[in-house]
Nanobody, 116 residues
Framework: QVQLVESGGGLVQPGGSLRLSCAAS????????MSWYRQAPGKDRELVARISSGGAGTDYADSVKGRFTISRDNVKNTVYLQMNSLKPEDTAVYYC?????????WGQGTQVTVSS
């Protein structure tokens, strides 16, 4: 049974940091490209960051470049999103996503709220 379980979300003040984790099981994690998406109320889901299966390649949305860092541990089957210098506009539900040649899986999401 495939599972992607996100954790680490919460309420944080502007300028603060959070680290999201996504624990994967039920598939060969090390062969999948992993991504973080987010969806704010009333907006479409958007790609935040992506990391290649081996971890060497990463991509980021322009809005988070220099503030967010995606990483993965293929031994622990976990992908991370370190979020620094958080802004109110980063408020959203953050989803973990796995993709390999059209085989895709989504996590259930974790809420991140940036507010004073």
């Amino acid at each position: 049974q495939v599972q992607l379980v996100e954790s680490g979300g919460g309420l944080v003040q502007p300028g603060g940091s959070l680290r999201l984790s996504c624990a994967a099981s039920g598939f060969t994690f090390s062969t999948y490209t992993m991504s973080w998406y987010r969806q704010a109320p009333g907006k479409d889901r958007e790609l935040v960051a992506r990391i290649s299966s081996g971890g060497a390649g990463t991509d980021y949305a322009d809005s988070v470049k220099g503030r967010f860092t995606i990483s993965r541990d293929n031994v622990k089957n976990t992908v991370y999103l370190q979020m620094n210098s958080l802004k109110p506009e980063d408020t959203a539900v953050y989803y973990c996503y796995a993709d390999r040649r059209g085989f895709t899986f989504w996590g259930q999401g974790t809420q991140v709220t940036v507010s004073s």
